[in-house]
């Protein structure tokens, strides 16, 4: 079998066309959703993040409010950022790239964040919240992998999913949103991690394969069974002397080999990484709304 491209990309052009229309409609109320993204320091691959995410709100028509500190900057100068962008009526969603740099403490930063304005939720309340199934913002990587499997029509209820990598921002929400008991949930959670015993005998039992552990061929073709549905959130810098930056990004999975079992598979780049965006955009605007006491849900 080979697998059918899941194209990330597709899929987050779907929704940002159905976000801009709605972003359109606020605009005409006099509301204009404002996203704060603050980086500390100069990690690359955070500052093309950050600087894509910023880049999607001006073309939704989302203000964006840029912040960049130094990599020596204080943990009370970023808690009082924090404080000041809480304050702030023209912000609906900060959202602070992680990982921070050394000698700050991003559980304190977290917690500082006013939960209402937590876009990525990652706050311990809106991590509860949907821990218990009550209404959250929910983090966007793992958002947006439940929107591609519904939208490319993947059964999740009773599915055994397993999942490789058990961070706070990809698999142990991933996990958790999976077997809640709602239509993008009911399925078998497995997860895996750097102390699995036999890492090959889950991922084989898999019919979603979610690859989060941030190394290059995690997931082989001899580890997965035919038919499966791949979703590779990786994204690892691997140096390549043809291209012009010195290197390309490849995912945690061996692509080439293991679209010939799978049934369906996310490319990287081009797969998971739009969709993160998308449902940042998704969590500002619904932050708006909510903020104007538009709340349709
Ligand atoms: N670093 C890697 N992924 C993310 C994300 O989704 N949000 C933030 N704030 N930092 C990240």
């Known amino acids: 079998m080979t697998a059918q491209i899941i194209d990330g990309k597709q899929v987050a052009a779907d929704m940002r066309a159905e976000l801009k229309a709605e972003v359109a409609e606020l605009a005409k109320k006099g ?19 950050v600087t894509a995410k910023e880049r999607a709100c001006e073309d939704m028509g989302i203000y964006s409010d840029d912040n960049r500190l130094a990599a020596d900057t204080s943990q009370e100068e970023l808690m009082a950022l924090i404080e000041k962008l809480n304050k702030d009526p023209k912000i609906n969603g900060i959202l602070v790239q992680l990982p921070l740099p050394d000698g700050l403490n ?122 499966v549905v791949v979703i590779d959130v990786g994204v690892n810098r691997v140096e390549d002397a043809t291209k012009k930056k010195g290197y390309r990004l490849v995912g945690d999975v061996d692509f080439e080999a293991v679209k010939e079992k799978a049934s369906l598979i996310t490319p990287v780049p081009g797969g998971v990484g739009p969709m993160t965006i998308t449902m940042l955009l998704y969590n500002t605007v619904e932050s708006a709304k909510r903020a104007a006491g538009i709340d349709e849900h």
């Open 106 to 227: 991003e559980a304190e930063v977290l917690l500082a964040i006013d939960p209402v304005k937590d876009v990525d939720g990652f706050h311990p309340v809106n991590v509860g919240k949907m821990v218990v199934g009550e209404k959250a913002f929910l983090p966007c990587t793992p958002h947006g992998i439940l929107q591609l499997l519904m939208r490319s029509n993947v059964t999740i209820k009773g599915a055994e999913v397993v999942i490789v990598g058990r961070s706070n921002i990809v698999g142990k929400p991933l996990a958790n949103m999976l077997i809640q008991k709602n239509p993008t949930g009911n399925a078998t959670v497995t997860v895996c991690h750097t102390r699995t015993k036999d890492l090959s005998y889950h991922t084989k039992r898999a019919d979603i394969l979610i690859a989060a552990a941030g190394r290059p061929k995690t997931v082989t073709a001899d580890m997965v069974k035919e038919g």
């Open 31 to 49: 509301i204009v959703p404002g996203l704060a993204v603050v980086l500390v320091g100069e990690d690359p691959a955070s500052k093309s993040y």
